[in-house]
């Protein structure tokens, strides 16, 4: 029960190792989902590219509601009041990533000790390793979890990508956190994980056509106890904060991105003189205002 069900939850949900991860955000993500309503339990798997099924629409609905987006601006710099590349706004949202948000944070006093804060977060890694074999390959299920039979089994979840998104044949290994996979060589990392889906399957594979591994180092902040997590307010005049590191229930997840999202946009709003509130789209709908970074 012990590793098959809470490990194995915790290294999903919160991307770290359960003897590091904190009790209570594991606590919180249990309460929000399996302690919550029926709807909240469903595992809902992915029918395309994650690029087309979140950024490339959030962009659409932005452009569908008034708003811009600007490719190939890098921000080196944010300035009080605010300023973003000379230009200024009624308010910005910092939505980067924790370990890139010190960087742009560390040159204002007012935001000097936020950047502290961040700069001490540690970080986990995610590896994707995708095995081409012939068409005919499938898993029984469109995700599937691997039982781990020996040290040398280093495998976590597979998905059929045949299954969700029509490429026959191809299947995509997703490894959570610091392990003992990323002793391994991209070539020995592959042969074992195919090796664990055929003791898994209980029958014979044919030799992989192609493979692929994407490691990323700092996919998620390391999700420990006590791990200090700022709100959407900063002291830096009209700059606000946003990120799943923003979101102090919940692990480093789109979830808990999306929550900050809301947070700071709310909190915005509740900030701008009367008669400055617009909204689009229904009363659930994100606050915006005419002029935003």
Known sequence: MRSHLWEALCLAALNTPPANASAQIFANTLRDSLGS???ATDLLLPATDLDRLLPTAAAAFIRRHG???????????IEAGPRVL????????????AQHAPALL????????????????????????????????SLPLPMLGLASRSPTDVGQWVFDRGALCGTAGLL???????GPWEELDNATLAARLAEQLAVTLR????????????????ATFSCRPGLPR????????????????????????LEAAVRSGVAAARAITASLPAGRHAFAGDASSVPRSPRRA
């Open 37 to 39: 309503g029926r709807a």
């Open 67 to 77: 708003g811009e987006i600007r490719h190939g601006c890098r921000i080196r710099r």
């Open 86 to 97: 000379g230009e200024a706004f009624d308010c910005a949202v910092l939505a980067v990533g």
């Open 106 to 137: 560390a040159g204002h006093p007012a935001t000097s000790a936020l950047a502290q804060t961040l700069a001490g977060y540690r970080f986990e890694p995610i590896a994707t390793v995708y095995l081409g074999f012939p068409p005919q390959i």
């Open 172 to 178: 995509a290994f997703v490894l959570s956190a610091h």
């Open 203 to 218: 029958r014979r594979l044919p030799p992989v056509l192609w493979q692929q591994v994407i490691r990323e180092q700092r």
């Open 230 to 253: 700022p709100g959407a307010h900063t002291e830096l005049s009209g700059w606000w904060l946003a990120g799943d590191h923003a979101c102090a229930e919940y692990p480093a997840t």
